[in-house]
C-alpha cells in the first residue's frame, strides 16, 4: 500500500483564455503528474465565477519533492494561453491524516480548508478530524477523499473532495448559501474555506 507523507497545495491563475488553460491541465500536466511514483493522487479546482480566474492544484506525495518540485515544474513549463501561469501561493504540509474512499460517483467539488487552532489544541484537533473523517466516511458516499496536513504548532490544511454539495452539506452543516460552515470549531482561533469545482474528465489518481 502506497503511503503518502506530504500535501501541497498550489493557487495559481491561468495567463491566457480559460479554456485552452483547462483542456491543458486536464489532458498533460494532470496525467504527467500521476506517471510518476511519488505522487498518490492529486486534483484541479477552479471557481465558477466567470470573472474569477483562480486555479488549484493539490496533490499528496510519498516524499519530499525537494527545491524543484513536479508540480511547479509542470507548471512553468507549460503555455497556458499566453504563458505560464503566475503562482499566488504554495503550501507544503507534513500529511497528519490522508484517506480515499472508493465511490460509485466521481469527484466533483474540491474544499480547501486552511485554519489556526488555538495555542496547544493541534493535536486535539487532528485526532478530532480522524474521528470525524471516519465516521463521516461510513454514513456519507459523497466524501471520496481527506488529507490533512500541518505546519508549526497551530496552523493546518485541510484539502477533500466530494461527489457534490449535498455531500458537503450534511458533512458540515452549510449549504449552498452559506457554504463557509464547519462542525468542529470549539479548538480554532480562525479558519478559511474555499470551495472549487474539480474540473470535469480529469484524472485524480495513479
Given at each position: 500500500m ?7 497545495v498550489?493557487?495559481f491563475?491561468p495567463s ?9 491541465l486536464?489532458?498533460a ?8 511514483d511519488?505522487i498518490?493522487?492529486?486534483w484541479?479546482?477552479?471557481?465558477g465565477s466567470p470573472s474569477?480566474r ?15 518540485p ?11 494561453g499566453a504563458g505560464?501561469?503566475?503562482v499566488?501561493?504554495v503550501?507544503?504540509?507534513?500529511l497528519?491524516?490522508?484517506?480515499r474512499?472508493?465511490r460509485?460517483?466521481p ?23 480522524r474521528?470525524g ?13 481527506f ?11 485541510t484539502?477533500?473532495?466530494?461527489t457534490g454539495w449535498?455531500?458537503i ?9 452559506q ?5 468542529n ?5 480562525g ?6 469545482e474539480?474540473?470535469p474528465e480529469t484524472?485524480?489518481r495513479?
Amino acid at each position: 500500500m502506497t503511503i503518502a507523507r506530504f500535501l501541497r497545495v498550489v493557487t495559481f491563475s491561468p495567463s491566457g483564455l480559460e479554456s485552452p488553460v483547462d483542456a491543458v491541465l486536464r489532458e498533460a500536466i494532470m496525467p504527467g503528474l500521476l506517471a510518476r511514483d511519488d505522487i498518490v493522487d492529486a486534483w484541479i479546482g477552479r471557481q465558477g465565477s466567470p470573472s474569477e480566474r483562480t486555479r488549484v492544484l493539490a496533490s499528496t506525495w510519498t516524499a519530499d519533492p525537494g527545491p524543484d518540485p513536479s508540480d511547479l515544474r509542470a507548471l512553468s513549463d507549460s503555455v497556458l494561453g499566453a504563458g505560464p501561469p503566475i503562482v499566488d501561493s504554495v503550501d507544503h504540509l507534513e500529511l497528519a491524516v490522508h484517506a480515499r474512499f472508493e465511490r460509485s460517483e466521481p469527484a466533483r467539488v474540491l474544499r480547501v480548508f486552511r485554519g489556526i487552532v488555538r495555542s496547544g489544541e493541534l493535536d486535539a484537533y487532528v485526532a478530532e478530524a480522524r474521528r470525524g473523517m471516519a465516521a463521516d466516511a461510513e454514513v456519507n458516499d459523497g466524501l471520496i477523499a481527506f488529507a490533512l496536513g500541518t505546519e508549526g504548532a497551530d496552523t493546518f490544511l485541510t484539502v477533500s473532495a466530494w461527489t457534490g454539495w449535498s455531500a458537503i452539506e450534511a458533512a458540515t452543516g452549510g449549504n449552498t448559501r452559506q457554504p463557509i460552515a464547519t462542525r468542529n470549531s470549539a479548538r480554532l482561533a480562525g479558519f478559511r474555506i474555499v470551495h472549487y469545482e474539480i474540473l470535469p474528465e480529469t484524472p485524480t489518481r495513479r
